[in-house]
Every structure is written in C-alpha cells, then in structure tokens.
C-alpha cells in the first residue's frame, strides 16, 4: 500500500509555455501532498504544501503564481509550472502524507517528473 | 529552525564492507529524523525513521542508524555493503507535533565496489 504516482515521468517544452504535473496517492487518501524540486546532484526543496481543498502554503521564494498548485480531492495534486523558462528545469518530487498537517504522519514519495524547458 | 548536515557528499566502500553516512542534526525541539534512499532518475524511499521510541532503529535492507542526543546524530549504518546499495541517500528531520515538513540533507552518493 501507500503507492503514489506521478505523470508525466518526464516532459520537454518550449520556452513560455505552461507544464502540468500531477500527482496521485494510488490507494489512500492523502490528506495533505507536498512538491519538492531537486537540481542535479543536490537535496530536495520544499516548494509547498497542500491541504486538500484549501490553497497551498509556499515556502519562501517559491513563486506562488509561477507555480500553481491544486488539490483538489483526496487522491491527486497538480503543479503547474506557468511561462515556463530554461531556469524551471529540473526534476519535481511529489510525497503525500495520510494525515492533516498538523502533526507527524510519513510522507510516501512519488517517483519523480523531470521537466526541460528547452 | 530545523537543519540536517551530512558529512561527506560521497562516500566509497567496498562490497562486503561496513557502510556508515553521516547524519547530524539541529532542532530546537525532539525532532523526527528519517533516512531515504533515492536511485538514479528515482523518487525516495523509506529506509528507517526514528520518532521518539527506541534509539536503535533497524530499517530495510539491512540498515539501521543509532539516534544519539548527546551527539546530536543519527548515522546510517549497514554491516556489510551490497553492490545493489549503490545509490543517494538523504537524512531528512522534522519537528514533532508540527506538519510532517521535512528538511532534507545534502545527500549522500554511496559507491560500492568489487
């Protein structure tokens, strides 16, 4: 159990156009999802956290109207990269967590979509 | 504010060699600290995790990491490394009683050689 998908597994676009990623919880409801961006050979970051049917908490520096996110329903998030530039390339992690986010619960990690922006 | 430091961005071992990465931490309150590892073009998964219960804590494949307050660390180990533990891993802390936000580590690229 607690399998989360993500699609596209990779994408390649054209400078200024807009990139939609989803993210599914395959078999529990996720109360809350996270998207996270990874650059080559570096650490995950926080780009913001979900709740669903609320709007997104981002973290600092995140631009919120680059990077629209929307939950809502229990099992799938998108992230929409819009105008996106070569910069936005990178690969981005979804998790989803069972619980509200208002205390611990395990975040289950999607595989990951890698976006080029050519 | 929570951190995580992982000494060393790649780490070499041998097969059948004991493997030991580095994880230190900082948190103004008990935190929750996790290891995960990540292969090429992969998402993350859950090796171990330590939420306040036992200090040793035994996760998949082998591994297994020893919580140490006084140190302030939660070092990954296994006895004996696999060619098929080749991979990144990642030290990740959040704070209890608060959103199961998780501040990664740098990473760590394990190399394991014939």
């Known amino acids: 159990g607690a399998v989360v998908s993500q699609h596209p597994s990779w994408v390649i676009c054209k400078s200024g156009t807009s990139v939609k990623i989803e993210c599914r919880s395959l078999?529990?409801?996720?109360?809350?999802m996270f998207w996270y961006r990874q650059f080559p050979k570096q650490s995950l970051m926080l780009m913001a956290t979900s709740n669903e049917g609320s709007k997104a908490t981002y973290e600092q520096g995140v631009e919120k109207d680059k990077f629209l996110i929307n939950h809502a329903s229990l099992t799938l998030s998108t992230l929409t990269v819009t105008s996106a530039h070569p910069e936005d390339s990178s690969f981005y992690i979804c998790?989803?967590?069972?619980?509200?986010?208002?205390?611990?619960?395990?975040?289950?990690f999607g595989p990951g979509t890698r976006l080029t922006v050519l | 504010a929570q951190s995580v430091t992982q000494l060393g961005s790649h780490v070499s071992v041998s097969e059948g060699a004991l493997v030991l990465l580095r994880c230190n931490y900082s948190?103004?309150?008990?935190?929750?600290l996790f290891w995960y590892v990540q292969y090429p073009n992969q998402g993350l998964q859950l090796l171990l995790k330590y939420t306040s219960a036992a200090t040793l804590v035994k996760g998949i494949n082998g591994f297994e990491a020893e919580f140490k307050k006084s140190e302030t660390s939660f070092h990954l180990t296994k006895p004996s490394a696999h060619m098929s533990d080749a991979a990144e891993y990642f030290c990740?802390?959040?704070?209890?009683?608060?959103?199961?936000?998780?501040?990664f580590g740098t990473g760590t690229r394990l190399q394991v050689t014939l």
């Open positions: 998790s989803a967590s069972r619980a509200a986010a208002s205390s611990y619960n395990e975040q289950f």
């Open positions: 990740a802390v959040s704070h209890t009683g608060t959103a199961s936000k998780l501040t």
């Open positions: 948190s103004s309150v008990p935190p929750y």
């Open positions: 078999d529990f409801q996720a109360t809350t």
